[in-house]
């Protein structure tokens, strides 16, 4: 495998997705760190030469760029245990990890950084205004993983799967967005179970 360098901002779950799957497949990455807050993916030596989207995280492969973290998770895992043989196993992993982006995490990540970043006393009036529906949503996403794991240990396949890291990076920080995961036990034994296996690395290290 070519050299690998993650373009991250290491509080961003998605960059944790990367880190995460990386630490349990034993690949070594380097990372370079950009300060959201300031600006640094917007900056025109970012935008010509690492992500033209302006965001982060991306995974660079030698000379290659990609970003987006769950192309850039499938990359490092394929061919791995952490991508079901199975063919229905497969595409159910894809579809939660296609689930977490579009109903997940908009909502619960979101919250996150409204919240623990700009702080509810900056938000914009649309911002604002926004808060009820993906209050609303977040936890509808919430109430649906948690009557799916009250039923099976891992979201695809029965095992550990891309699928986990994908809704685990922004799922055990979700109180920072003000989601109570008592509420949730299913979800909290989940937690428990991911962060208990061998390779797993949190968020902070």
Do not use: K, T
């Given at each position: 495998?070519?050299?690998l360098?993650?373009?991250?901002?290491?509080?961003?779950?998605?960059?944790?997705k990367i880190r995460l799957t990386a630490a349990h497949l034993g690949v070594p990455l380097e990372r370079r760190e950009y300060d959201i807050m300031a600006g640094e993916t917007r900056t025109d030596a970012f935008l010509s030469g690492?992500?033209?989207?302006?965001?982060?995280?991306v995974l660079q492969v030698g000379d290659d760029?990609?970003?987006?973290?769950?192309?850039?998770?499938?990359?490092l895992?394929?061919?791995s245990d952490l991508i079901?043989?199975?063919?229905?196993?497969?595409?159910d992993m894809l579809r939660w990890m296609f689930w977490e982006q579009y109903n997940h995490e908009p909502n619960v990540a979101t919250l996150r950084f409204?919240?623990?970043w700009i702080g509810e006393e900056h938000l914009t009036d649309l911002q604002r205004v926004q808060l009820p529906v993906k209050r609303a949503a977040g936890e509808a996403a919430l109430t649906l993983m948690d009557e799916h794991l009250s039923r099976t240990p891992f979201f695809a396949g029965g095992r550990f799967t891309?699928?986990?890291?994908?809704?685990?990076?922004y799922t055990h920080v979700c109180e920072d967005g003000g989601f109570e995961l008592h509420l949730y036990p299913a979800i909290q034994a989940w937690l428990a179970r991911v962060a208990a296996l061998p390779g797993h690395v949190a968020i902070t290290e």
């Open positions: 495998m070519a050299d360098i993650l373009h991250e901002y290491a509080q961003s779950g998605n960059c944790y690492v992500n033209a989207n302006g965001r982060i995280p760029y990609l970003p987006e973290s769950s192309a850039a998770c499938f990359y895992a394929d061919g079901p043989a199975d063919r229905f196993d497969r595409a409204w919240y623990g891309l699928a986990d890291i994908a809704l685990y990076a």
